[in-house]
């Protein structure tokens, strides 16, 4: 039990994109003093290391998506379940606020929350409402938001919208405002490649195949750092042998932040996450949207960073070895266009995103507390 002893109830699908922000402001809320409780899919059982001072409750819920007609049903009544075990924890729990972070686990929380009048607050990571937040924003008292261009609906949501940003997690904040040293005349080049929390076969199979294909004075100073997918680590192994490249491949790396401190570039996708760190770590990148993401949110998300000149991108139809060649020549050649980009990402920064997030569910401490808070109750 903490200090003030009050509940923030944070609600959230398993994957990275949705948990990496919630683990953010769980850390956030825990040193404000508050019980964090994440509710979310069975995914969660494995999460007792990424939310240390965090209950974390498994939650009914399912995807409609899924499974045709039949899997809409289960689906419904998964949802439904959840929807009376969230109103149970909830009912006991008596929390300030739920926070939903989109996926379907956050939806049975999220409605329970909502049919109770505990203040329901979302955080929309993607540039465009996913479809649960969407489901659930005529609910929410806020929408907060990861970007200032984050497209909204209607005028309603509009007006429930206010940009907090992407919280990302604390080993990337220290990389906020570090000087950008471009790669010198003759020196290293650090590349790190991410395809996001699942990976993605396409840049494990264009993004060596453009790098092997670089002169030799390039290519004998580049140190790779890539992320593939299981199934395609053998042949990206392949493609990199008999080059002058030094390559690191992994299906996941635990160590981004220090990747992305080391890193002169980034070739990544676009998801939330991956774009708020590389803003806070004010790094250069080449970003391949993810062509069948929902509302191709992910060529949404790179809009501004690309607006702003802190990154390239190449639509995945056009993302082929010779045009990422191409690219990757002009930005080596000339350094100081990368110098430019790091700096116009790191403009674009959010290091107090879960702070900000905090501020929101503080504006419903019922008055009482706040006043006594501020010491202003009357005797
Ligand atoms: C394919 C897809 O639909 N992805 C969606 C998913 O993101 P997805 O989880 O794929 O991608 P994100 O960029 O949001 O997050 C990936 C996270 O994994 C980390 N990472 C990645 C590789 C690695 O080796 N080690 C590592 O730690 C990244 O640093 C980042 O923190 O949800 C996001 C938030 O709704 C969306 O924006 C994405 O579009």
Redesign the pocket.
Known sequence: MSENGKYVVLASGG????I?PARALAEELNTRGYNVVLMTDGRGEKYDELFPNVKVIVVKSGSPSVGGLVGKIKAVLAITMGIFQSRKVLRHLKPIAVVGF?GYPSMPPAAAAASMGIPLILHE??AVL?RVNKLLSGFARQIATSFDHTESPDEEITAKMVYTGNPV?QAVLPLFGKKYISPSDDGPIRVLV??????ATILSEVVPAALVSLPEDLQSRLHVSQ?CRKEDLERATRQYQGSLITPTL?E???D?AALLDACHLAIT???????S?LTVAGKPSILVP?KH??DD??RK?AENAVARGAARVILQDNFTAEELERQLIFLFRHPDCLSVMAGAASSLGEIHAAEKLADLINRFIPQKNNKEKNGKVAA
Not at 15 to 18: A, F, N, R, S
Not at 194 to 199: A, E, I, K, R
Not at 269 to 275: E, I, K, N, Q
């Open positions: 994957t990275g994109g949705h990496f989109g990571q993607n996913g997690r991410l395809g996001g929390s699942q990976g992320q992994s996941f790396f635990d981004v996708r676009s998801g939330a996450s991956t774009l760190e993810y993401a929902m949110h992910q998300n």
